[in-house]
């Protein structure tokens, strides 16, 4: 039976991330990690969820996603119920951490299994030497490093920045120039390429025809598609479709509010559908937010655990959905009050 969806309500929710410079990086001092949140009531039981993630400033436009169930005829592997999706945490090395909060959450993340490390940079080069070194002393020689400038450099800036963090052996430069600038991003992977560095994006791609381009022209070596950036669930899959083609491994942007939620159903998908192939793929994660949500991603040793719960998982918890709320919720009413 069709149910009839009667009412729609958009909420502004901002959480305080940047009290502690949660999020922070060369572009984003003090971000306030927010989401235009969404929820569709029907003439039935039934409710729908969505979410977009923003900074704070941004949600002003509410976007919905549809919800989302695998199909029967999806078989999760013996692997992946077992042992789960591969992640790399962000949460140990935000631009705006001192040097011994840094060695202090690499360590800890080592003793809980984490292997794979991001580091921002972009600020400053010699305060990007001296944390990548720091990193890296710390984490070892092999586990993996990856350095992520949230666009902060111009083409040639980036190659020479990075070629001077080659001997930190990241396996890829995140972001490192203007997200539009596809032709950049070639002459960056063409530089780098010598030094076994790869160059990652997408977070900021908004379409399936800008990832072609990307493809097309070889700008990239690690795809970043991320859940709310791309419009809805169906351009997430045509760009999971089109790596494949050309043979380059999807590596999620997650984080922010909810995305690590909705893109453990994307990575999936991917392994189960698409790629079947966990080889130089790995999903982001960072450790913040998710306790807002009635059916977090579950994290064992470092990996996306398959997800049991029917749908997309983007509903919040209506507490805090009220605190949060912006300006009138009780977290920033209180904070204004300061
Ligand atoms: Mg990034």
Not at 74 to 81: A, N, W
Request: proline letters at 4%.
């Amino acid at each position: 039976m069709l149910s009839v969806i009667r009412d729609l309500t958009v909420k502004d929710v901002r959480f305080p991330t940047s009290v502690e410079q949660l999020g922070s990086d060369a572009m984003h001092t003090d971000p306030d990690y927010s989401a235009a949140y969404v929820v569709l009531e029907t003439d039935c039981n039934l409710r729908g969820f969505g979410l977009t993630f923003t900074l704070g400033k941004g949600t002003e436009i509410g976007e919905k996603n549809s919800s989302y169930k695998y199909g029967k005829h999806c078989l999760f592997t013996h692997q992946m119920l077992m042992e789960g999706y591969p992640a790399y945490t962000t949460s140990c090395a935000w631009i705006g951490y001192s040097d011994q909060l840094l060695q202090q959450l690499c360590t800890d993340a080592l003793r809980s299994g984490w292997t794979k490390f991001k580091v921002k940079v972009g600020a400053d080069l010699e305060d990007d030497v001296r944390r990548c070194r720091l990193i890296r002393e710390t984490i070892g020689p092999n586990n993996t490093m990856m350095i992520d400038a949230n666009q902060r450099w111009d083409v040639a800036e980036a190659i020479e920045w990075v070629s001077r963090l080659a001997e930190f052996k990241p396996l890829w430069i995140e972001e490192p120039t203007s997200p539009d600038d596809i032709l950049g991003h070639a002459t960056i992977s063409k530089a780098l390429a010598p030094y076994g560095i790869g160059v990652a994006t997408g977070e900021q791609c908004h379409n399936r025809v800008m990832f072609k381009q990307f493809l097309q022209a070889a700008a990239l070596q690690f795809v970043q598609i991320d859940a709310c950036r791309l419009g809805s669930v169906n351009e997430n899959l045509a760009v999971l479709l089109m790596a494949h083609k050309f043979k380059v491994p999807v590596c999620p942007h997650a984080g922010g509010v909810g995305l690590c939620e909705l893109m453990q159903h994307l990575i999936l998908f991917d392994y189960i559908c698409v790629s079947v192939s966990l080889s130089n793929r790995m999903c982001e994660f960072v450790d913040h937010l998710h306790e807002h949500f009635t059916s977090p991603v579950v994290i064992q040793n470092a990996c996306y655990m398959p997800p049991k719960d029917p749908g997309y998982s983007c509903e919040m918890f209506e507490s805090s959905v009220r605190r949060h709320q912006f300006p009138d919720g009780d977290v920033w009413r209180l904070d204004m009050k300061k």
